[in-house]
């Protein structure tokens, strides 16, 4: 089963920046996607960013386009978020995740954007 670690996350103003990290544990030999989500108070879980592999395919929530940036390196075993011009609606809880079968998502980190 893979193991994931978030890293990164605190409180920023509005405007800023803030980039989370992810370390990845797993067996050798594995193909799997890699991503975040995220849940705010009061709503839903949501994708926020999920990349292949290769990096050949990547997904933004609409949310997020323009501003967030996901991207990997898969010597290292690392996910990186970086969020530019983060806004207040961007106030959540940030989870990795690996599309591993079984699947597996890190503890989470709190991100928090004042205004």
């Known amino acids: 089963q893979v193991q994931l670690v978030e890293s990164g996350g605190g409180s920023v103003q509005a405007g800023e920046s803030l980039r989370l990290s992810c370390a990845v544990s797993?067996?050798?030999?594995?193909?799997?996607?890699l991503g975040w989500y995220r849940r705010a108070p009061g709503k839903e879980r949501e994708v926020v960013a999920i990349?292949?592999?290769?990096?050949?395919?990547?997904i933004y929530a609409d949310s997020v386009k323009g501003r967030f940036t996901v991207s990997r390196d898969n010597t290292k075993k690392t996910v990186t978020l970086q969020m530019n011009r983060l806004k207040a609606e961007d106030t959540a809880v940030y989870y990795c995740y690996s599309s591993t079968q079984p699947g597996a998502w890190g503890p989470g980190i709190q991100v928090t954007v004042t205004s």
């Open positions: 990349i292949s592999w290769t990096g050949d395919r990547i």
């Open positions: 797993d067996r050798p030999g594995r193909v799997y996607d």
